[in-house]
T-cell receptor, first 116, second 110 residues
């Protein structure tokens, strides 16, 4: 069964450093998402992406965040200058984009980001 | 902003007992999705509800969307140890943006 993959599984970085989290969505999917989950808390929407453009973004997704689809398979989340409060599990998800009422999202296993 | 609350926050049940989690939105929704997250795992899609008053069943799981499309529930009949995890609702507003609820963590005691 096709699945979303994410690398690395764990990233440790120092405050102020830039990090790039990578995702390979399911191949025929057209909508891509990033979510984050602070340990033990709820899943928070960051951004959705379609046709090489941001479709929706949350208040969390400020200027220090950016997303990119650099080639036909990867989808990346860049955090420009990490803060301690960015420590969380970051999940990538993708969907077929059959329509917002038919949008089953498939989540990857996540990247645990630790900012020290 | 939009708030999506779930109750209870935690639920411990004996194996074989029933379990229900409730999801309440501060705004009217276009659709709602339910996800299950096992400990240490990622969210896994369970179901999507779109119509007012809609009820869907998956084996021992029953999902309901409220008439006013502001609340939803997930009911599990005769829980099993494999049901352990956190259940999240995700509220849709007709766009590709989903607000996840606060989650209900279910523990099943054998």
């Amino acid at each position: 069964e096709p699945e979303v993959t994410q690398t690395p599984s764990h990233q440790v970085t120092q405050m102020g450093q830039e990090v790039i989290l990578r995702c390979v969505p399911i191949s025929n999917h057209l909508y891509f998402y990033w979510y984050r989950q602070i340990l033990g808390q709820k899943v928070e929407f960051l951004v959705s992406f379609y046709n090489n453009e941001i479709s929706e973004k949350s208040e969390i997704f400020d200027d220090q965040f950016s997303v990119e689809r650099p080639d036909g398979s990867n989808f990346t989340l860049k955090i420009r200058s990490t803060k301690l409060e960015d420590s969380a599990m970051y999940f990538c998800a993708s969907s077929e984009a059959r329509g917002p009422y038919s949008d089953e999202q498939y989540f990857g296993p996540g990247t645990r980001l630790t900012v020290t | 902003g939009q708030q999506v609350m779930q109750i209870p926050q935690y639920q411990h049940v004996q194996e074989g007992e029933d379990f229900t989690t409730y999801c309440n939105s501060s705004t009217t929704l276009s659709n709602i999705q339910w996800y299950k997250q096992r400990p240490g795992g990622h969210p896994v899609f369970l179901i999507q509800l779109v119509k007012s008053g809609e009820v869907k069943k998956q084996k021992r799981l029953t999902f309901q969307f409220g008439e006013a499309k502001k609340n939803s529930s997930l009911h599990i009949t005769a829980t099993q140890t494999t049901d352990v995890g956190t259940y999240f609702c995700a509220a849709g507003s007709g766009t590709y943006k989903y607000i996840f609820g606060t989650g209900t963590r279910l523990k099943v005691l054998a």
